[in-house]
């Protein structure tokens, strides 16, 4: 078990330069099985998910060559779509879905285990199955795995009951190789999205709309391999703006799209932070006092969910009341007694929580609950009085490339201990 130790109370000053999105990279990879071909993808993130992202591909039967943040995908040869012996892995990590679009796109069937993922709530994957089943698949979930065969895979108008980004995702990946026009409505708009709908399109794809709530993909018979270059990680981008805030840095934060950062550059604003767009950045400047301010998570472009928790340390020791509102996920809440434990006062009431800010946060050991809580209780314990253990960092890794070296590189004292 590996542990971070940090010494809190050192500003971050300097530049660090944000890796390719997560979320968007854990959609392309798999997007490749959609043809016979070979795909060049650029600015992949040396992280756990995309590791293990990697490695079910090639037990399926890719070729991958990795070379520093560059990855090459031959699916020429064929590709098993039964992915049940491989539960462990795919129970790992929430986009081992994405197997289910690719290869029903590809072969018109799919046997690929439920998800893993964060245990942040429920998560079902309801809306994927009904924009499948309206892509004419029959679908059956038994002993864990989800089954579905569709010989004749239709273009269908397919309304989602709620903003999905996974299910957004993954119909498109099967709909682009449907006979036809589909429709999604009510689709998600994240930029993840629109990184995935342009590699797509790169390998022959015809989508448009992706990025709006309505997106129209017309079947095609062929695809062929790309080369392409993932974006940058908004919520990577948006935890380092908020670690040089709390810090009371002065950081530049490099290789971003301030467009995706406009939710996280108000509610930063809002607190008397200073954010500043430059010719090669977003600069951030931490001030005080912290204002109190209010935040509900929405879909994009609202405030994304993925940066509540973090935002929740610079409530911490902010001058007065502040409250956050989760309306995406119904438990993202379990980090908040770690932040009690270093003498934070929050108060929660069904999804909201209401945190009054405190002088100092006070060092201790806290455990890492989820991916996002992990970035949060690093923030904590970068301006905690003292020396703070955080254990189960493997949560951390998931999504986080080089984050002990970016930010000692920013002066921060942190350093990773294996128990
Ligand atoms: C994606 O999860 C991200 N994961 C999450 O990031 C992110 O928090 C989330 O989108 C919201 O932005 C990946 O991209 C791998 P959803 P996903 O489908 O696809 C409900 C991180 O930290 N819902 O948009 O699982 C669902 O329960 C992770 O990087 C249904 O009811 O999220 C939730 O309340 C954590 N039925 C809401 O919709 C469905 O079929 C949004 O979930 C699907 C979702």
Redesign the pocket.
Known sequence: MEAFIIEGGNPLRGEVTISGA??AV??IIPAAVLCACTSKIENVPDIKDVNKMVDILEKLGAEIYREKDTLIINTEKPIAYDVSEYDEETGQ???SYYLLGALLGRYRKAIVPLPG??N??????????KGFQALGAKVVIEHGHVKMEAPNLKGAHIFFD??????TINVMLAAVRADGLTVLENA?K?P?IVDVANFLNLMGANIKGAGTDVIKIRGVDEMHGCEYSVIPDQ?TTGTYMMAAAVTKGNVLIKNVIPKHMEAITAKLTEMGVEVREEDDGIRVIGKRPLKAINVKTM?YPGF???LQQPMAVLMAIARGTSTITES???SRFKYVDELRRMGATVSINSRTASITGVKTLSATKIRTT???AGAAMVLAGLIADGETKITDIVHIDR?YENLQENLRGLGAVIRRISE
Do not use: W, Y
């Not at 942040?120 to 199955?129: A, E, K, L, N, S």
């Not at 709620?162 to 299910?167: L, R």
């Open positions: 997560k979320n854990l959609g990590m929430r986009a993922g964060c942040i709530g429920d998560r079902p994957i309801d809306q994927h199955i709620v903003v999905s980004v996974g299910a998600a994240e993840h919520i879909p994304p969910t993925d995406i996920f119904e989820d991916l996002r999504g």
